[in-house]
């Protein structure tokens, strides 16, 4: 079968398409025919050796953290599942899904939304799960409340945005000027244009900031976070001694597979309160271009590499 490795850190250039041998599941594991693997930030970190799950005797590997297919063969501990479901996964950093026939834990996979195609059902796995885990499990997100997600209009920010909407809370988002009616159209009640306006000036105070942009934007978003609030990021650790003195909670994490999480998000996507954004889709052999896009161009949504057809 035809896998993406890299063999060393660095560029896009380090970008092999190879042929290795199919996998073999063990007992609670699953074999996945890839018709659809999602580019997620991440696999660039890999890609140039910042992300320290991967080091260099974990080379050569497999990049590619989500994915959508049929299952091909199965453990024989596996239960739930059958030869030929339609699933979607968020695969743990061990197997790489850039690749023809992956391996994935029986608990990290779920049935494909029946609402979407293979390509939108593989934008969902990686960048869903992390707004889940932000919003419910680190940021503790109610009914009612009130939310500012940092980064509105990318992969995890727009389904992070229809996921407190789901769950009742009152929504605010940070996006560019041109991605303010993308944003509106997906819930949020109130979008504000990071360029040309200051958000502390416009936004009333949150129970909760999700922050997916990280820097000056996060150190700025403490003042308008309630006492009894928290702060989530994706990216830097916030500033523990600032949280303490306002009285709020900070945390930064890292999202981790979960069949059960992504079978809830699959359940919203097909009673339509979630829809999914695919920007632009690659040829698996443009996986080096699809990585390039990612890294220097504005994404609306998601990139997905299309594997097998």
């Given at each position: 079968m035809?896998?993406?490795?890299?063999h060393?850190?660095?560029?896009?250039?380090?970008?092999?398409?190879?042929?290795?041998?199919?996998?073999?599941?063990?007992?609670?594991?699953?074999?996945?025919?890839?018709?659809?693997?999602?580019?997620?930030?991440?696999?660039?970190k890999?890609?140039e050796?910042?992300?320290?799950?991967?080091?260099?005797?974990?080379?050569?590997?497999?990049?590619?953290?989500?994915v959508?297919?049929e299952?091909?063969d199965?453990g024989d501990?596996?239960?739930g599942?059958?030869m030929?479901?339609?699933?979607?996964?968020f695969?743990?950093p061990?197997?790489?899904g850039?690749?023809?026939?992956v391996?994935?834990?029986?608990?990290?996979?779920?049935?494909?939304?029946?609402?979407?195609?293979?390509?939108?059902?593989?934008?969902?796995?990686?960048?869903?799960?992390?707004?889940?885990?932000?919003?419910?499990?680190?940021?503790?997100?109610?009914?009612?409340?009130?939310?500012?997600i940092?980064?509105?209009?990318?992969?995890?920010?727009?389904?992070?945005i229809?996921f407190?909407?789901?769950?009742?809370a009152?929504v605010?988002?940070?996006?560019?000027?041109?991605?303010k009616?993308f944003?509106?159209?997906?819930?949020?009640?109130?979008?504000?244009?990071?360029?040309?306006?200051?958000?502390?000036?416009?936004?009333?105070?949150?129970d909760?900031?999700?922050?997916?942009?990280g820097?000056?934007?996060q150190?700025?978003?403490?003042d308008?976070?309630?006492?009894?609030?928290?702060?989530?990021?994706?990216?830097?650790?916030p500033?523990?001694?600032?949280?303490?003195?306002?009285?709020?909670?900070?945390?930064?994490?890292?999202?981790?597979?979960?069949?059960?999480?992504?079978?809830?998000?699959?359940?919203?996507?097909?009673?339509?309160?979630?829809k999914?954004?695919?920007?632009?889709?690659?040829?698996l052999?443009?996986?080096?271009?699809?990585?390039?896009?990612?890294?220097?161009?504005?994404?609306?949504?998601?990139?997905?590499?299309?594997?097998?057809?």
């Amino acid at each position: 079968m035809r896998a993406v490795r890299i063999h060393r850190f660095g560029g896009p250039e380090v970008l092999k398409i190879e042929t290795v041998d199919e996998p073999i599941p063990a007992g609670h594991e699953v074999v996945i025919r890839v018709l659809a693997a999602s580019v997620n930030p991440v696999d660039a970190k890999i890609r140039e050796g910042k992300y320290p799950v991967v080091t260099e005797k974990e080379l050569p590997h497999v990049l590619g953290r989500d994915v959508c297919g049929e299952i091909a063969d199965l453990g024989d501990d596996v239960a739930g599942f059958l030869m030929g479901d339609q699933v979607f996964a968020f695969l743990s950093p061990k197997n790489g899904g850039y690749e023809e026939f992956v391996i994935a834990g029986s608990n990290e996979i779920a049935m494909k939304p029946k609402s979407l195609d293979p390509i939108t059902a593989a934008a969902v796995p990686l960048a869903g799960i992390t707004a889940w885990q932000g919003l419910f499990d680190h940021g503790d997100l109610r009914p009612g409340q009130r939310v500012l997600i940092h980064g509105g209009a990318g992969g995890v920010g727009h389904l992070a945005i229809q996921f407190a909407k789901a769950r009742g809370a009152w929504v605010a988002t940070t996006v560019s000027g041109t991605d303010k009616a993308f944003v509106e159209d997906l819930g949020a009640d109130q979008a504000i244009d990071y360029k040309s306006e200051r958000f502390e000036d416009q936004v009333e105070p949150v129970d909760l900031v999700f922050d997916l942009v990280g820097g000056d934007t996060q150190q700025r978003s403490f003042d308008l976070i309630k006492p009894g609030g928290a702060l989530i990021s994706t990216l830097t650790e916030p500033d523990a001694a600032g949280a303490a003195q306002r009285k709020i909670r900070v945390g930064r994490y890292t999202a981790q597979p979960s069949g059960a999480q992504l079978q809830e998000i699959a359940d919203l996507i097909d009673e339509g309160k979630v829809k999914v954004v695919v920007d632009k889709t690659f040829d698996l052999g443009q996986v080096a271009e699809a990585q390039k896009a990612l890294e220097n161009t504005h994404v609306r949504g998601k990139l997905v590499l299309r594997v097998l057809g």
